[in-house]
């Protein structure tokens, strides 16, 4: 199982829907979750960051966090082409050998066409 | 976050050379980190840079083909050596820097495009 799983894509979602992209992690001792978007030829930039269970909310963008499933998301409102990018997934293990070390998903592409 | 400048952007390299990627942070970081991106997948770490001692390396990766230096606590290099066409991806540096409460910074650099021929 890999370390880090983020929903199969590419995810098409017209312009003012709601985007879901969902992660699953398998390390129970994970307890930093971070959002980064992607755009073509870019470098990641991060855009939510999450570390206790539930939700947190910035603008359009709103994190949901449930450790007991081991499942973080993030759900972006009122789509816009702009949002179009590859979102990825990352997470930190607390100790050990991977202190500080961020793990990323695979990646989900997301278009929002108009 | 740290602002983090990264050079060069991009290079076309003749296979069994080397390249040194720099990176620069505009402030002191606790740590810093490389990553490679190879072409439509996601980022894989290479090796965490150590200030003042040796680079600690992932599986899969390392000294001898990726040798990094990180002198002080805003600079950290990594050099692909005796390059193949396989190396051909982005490579890209990242910082962090903990801040008070306990809030995280994770920056990236721009990230070097890397192809070898």
């Known amino acids: 199982q890999k370390e880090v799983e983020q929903n199969s894509g590419p995810l098409s979602v017209p312009e003012g829907a709601i985007a879901s992209l969902n992660c699953t992690y398998s390390?129970?001792?994970?307890?930093?979750f971070f959002w980064y978007r992607q755009y073509s030829g870019k470098s990641p930039e991060l855009i939510m960051s999450?570390?206790?269970?539930g939700d947190k909310e910035d603008g359009r963008f709103t994190a949901q966090l449930n450790k007991a499933s081991q499942y973080v998301s993030l759900l972006i409102r009122d789509s816009q082409p702009s949002d179009s990018a590859t979102y990825l997934c990352a997470v930190i293990v607390a100790g050990g050998t991977s202190y500080g070390k961020l793990t990323f998903g695979q990646g989900t592409i997301l278009t929002v066409h108009p | 976050s740290a602002v983090i400048s990264q050079k060069p952007s991009r290079d076309i390299c003749q296979r069994g050379t080397s390249l040194t990627i720099q990176c620069q942070v505009d402030?002191?970081?606790?740590?810093m980190f490389w990553y490679r991106q190879q072409p439509g997948q996601s980022l894989t770490l290479i090796a965490t840079?150590?200030?003042?001692?040796?680079?600690?390396?992932e599986s899969g990766f390392v000294i001898d083909k990726f040798p990094i230096s990180r002198p002080n606590l805003t600079f950290s290099t990594l050099t692909v050596s005796n390059m193949s066409p396989e190396d051909s991806s982005i490579y890209l540096c990242?910082?962090?820097?903990?801040?008070?409460?306990?809030?995280?910074?994770?920056?990236f650099g721009s990230g070097t495009r890397l192809t070898v021929v």
């Open positions: 999450i570390y206790s269970n």
């Open positions: 402030s002191q970081v606790t740590m």
């Open positions: 390390d129970r001792v994970s307890q930093s």
């Open positions: 840079a150590n200030q003042g001692s040796e680079a600690t390396y």
């Open positions: 990242s910082a962090h820097r903990s801040g008070g409460g306990g809030a995280y910074g994770y920056t």
